[in-house]
T-cell receptor, first 111, second 115 residues
Framework: GESVGLHLPTLSVQEGDNSIINCAYS??????FIWYKQESGKGPQFIID?????DKRQGQRVTVLLNKTVKHLSLQIAATQPGDSAVYFC??????????FGPGTRLSVLP | KAGVTQTPRYLIKTRGQQVTLSCSPI?????VSWYQQTPGQGLQFLFE???????NKGNFPGRFSGRQFSNSRSEMNVSTLELGDSALYLC??????????????FGPGTRLTVL
């Protein structure tokens, strides 16, 4: 499949461990954030979102944490599985503007 | 409910040619955004259409244009292709798009190769 990013930061985790993927966003006025997963040859897939009036949101096996003080977003994946191997992007949106995407992190799950 | 569809999936063109890519959003979604994805630059916003009007535009030259039809389907056009236009072009749809906290859903993309 196509390479999404040849020189992305890579996080390698053992299958079954928890993963934490970090993202520093740029605009302190951003009020909505999304995490996407992109597998080789596919478009980004929505994972979870969070609004700026929250600091934590949980989904199935995933948790997003938002720290507005330091403009930091993280995605936690519990019990990481081989199918979680992909590139993960955070995206921020400022009311009335378009989404801005981070550079992405490649997650590699080791057997 | 069917997802976002893009056609064609793969395209090979030569420098100087022009190309048109198509995107059909999720049924009921009225906002369509286009992105260019390259290994070097990542995901970059091209433009967004809502109700047949361009509502937001990224920092791309005028060779990149788009339009939206009354059924919310959208096309983007790139004229006078350059080698650097080789990329994965992604379309994303949402209910009403920018201005509200509205989730975007992506299509599989069109892989454009310019020779």
């Amino acid at each position: 499949g196509e390479s999404v990013g040849l020189h992305l930061p890579t996080l390698s985790v053992q299958e079954g461990d928890n993963s934490i993927i970090n993202c520093a966003y740029s605009n302190s006025a951003s009020d909505y954030f999304i995490w996407y997963k992109q597998e080789s040859g596919k478009g980004p897939q929505f994972i979870i979102d969070i609004r700026s009036n929250m600091d934590k949101r949980q989904g199935q096996r995933v948790t997003v944490l938002l720290n507005k003080t330091v403009k930091h977003l993280s995605l936690q994946i519990a019990a990481t599985q081989p199918g979680d191997s992909a590139v993960y992007f955070c995206a921020e949106n400022n009311y009335g503007q378009n989404f801005v995407f981070g550079p992405g992190t490649r997650l590699s799950v080791l057997p | 409910k069917a997802g976002v569809t893009q056609t064609p999936r793969y395209l090979i063109k030569t420098r100087g040619q022009q190309v048109t890519l198509s995107c059909s959003p999720i049924s009921g979604h009225r906002s369509v955004s286009w992105y260019q994805q390259t290994p070097g630059q990542g995901l970059q916003f091209l433009f967004e259409y809502f109700s047949e009007t361009q509502r937001n535009k990224g920092n791309f030259p005028g060779r990149f244009s788009g339009r939206q039809f009354s059924n919310s389907r959208s096309e983007m056009n790139v004229s006078t292709l350059e080698l650097g236009d080789s990329a994965l072009y992604l379309c994303a749809s949402s209910l009403v798009g920018s201005g509200l906290t509205d989730t975007q859903y992506f299509g599989p993309g069109t892989r454009l190769t310019v020779l």
